[in-house]
């Protein structure tokens, strides 16, 4: 089944432990994107990648990283989490710029 | 920033109306799209229209765009139970990444 799947779903962590929220797809798709949803702000837009090794920021890229060294994964690493970083986090993938993105289920993180 | 924005911020309707819901932008495009996500869930891409294109149909779905005014317009027709959710709309202001307004809520009462 064509999808892109993020772990885990759900995450509670305490301010300075360092994390990996883990994204793969399995539709050979060359764009990958990172999103944080918070209520009454929408979706705002991390870090994206066009390709392998090729990754740029988004709207609100402070505080987190990314890596794209295999086309098929984009993990988002929190450093430092700290409590602004509570939010829903979506990873999604696209072909390219003539196609829709597929979205994965979502990662609830809570930073106490 | 956000390059699009929906309005109305919510919606509320009864099944077998019709709910619009609109999508203005800033900046020039390469093309628009619109997705649907229910309560929490990931979103799911509806249709996408390119900036060439004024309309485009998909099922009860139809998508407009008037390029001339910055503004998109997604229409459900006969509306269900079904189709409640919020729905963004999602501009690429040229870089081809889509970025997302903040979307509509739309409700639909049996």
């Known amino acids: 089944e064509a999808q892109v799947t993020q772990n885990p779903r759900y995450l509670i962590t305490v301010t300075g432990k360092k994390l990996t929220v883990t994204c793969s797809q399995n539709?050979?798709?060359?764009?990958m994107s990172w999103y944080r949803q918070d209520p009454g702000l929408g979706l705002r837009q991390i870090y994206y990648?066009?390709?392998?090794?090729?990754?740029d920021k988004g709207d609100v890229p402070e505080g987190y990283k990314v890596s794209r060294k295999e086309k098929r994964n984009f993990p988002l690493i929190l450093e430092s989490p700290s409590p602004n970083q509570t939010s829903l986090y979506f990873c999604?993938?696209?072909?390219?710029?003539?196609?829709?993105?597929?979205f994965g289920s979502g990662t609830r993180l809570t930073v106490v | 920033s956000q390059q699009g924005e929906e309005d109305p911020q919510a919606l509320s309707i009864q099944e077998g109306e019709n709910a619009t819901m609109n999508c203005s932008y800033k900046?020039?495009?390469?093309?628009l799209q619109w997705y649907r996500q229910n309560s929490g869930r990931g979103l799911v891409h509806l249709i996408l229209?390119?900036?060439?294109?004024r309309e485009k149909h998909s099922g009860r779905l139809r998508v407009t765009l008037d390029t001339s005014k910055k503004s998109s317009s997604l229409l459900i027709t006969a509306s269900r139970a079904a189709d409640t959710a919020s729905y963004f709309c999602?501009?690429?202001?040229?870089?081809?990444?889509?970025?997302f307004g903040r979307g509509t809520s739309l409700i639909v009462h049996p």
């Open positions: 900046t020039s495009i390469n093309n």
């Open positions: 539709m050979n798709h060359e764009y």
């Open positions: 229209i390119r900036s060439n294109e």
């Open positions: 999602a501009t690429d202001g040229g870089s081809y990444i889509p970025t």
């Open positions: 990648s066009m390709n392998v090794e090729v990754t």
């Open positions: 999604a993938s696209s072909m390219d710029s003539n196609y829709g993105y597929t």
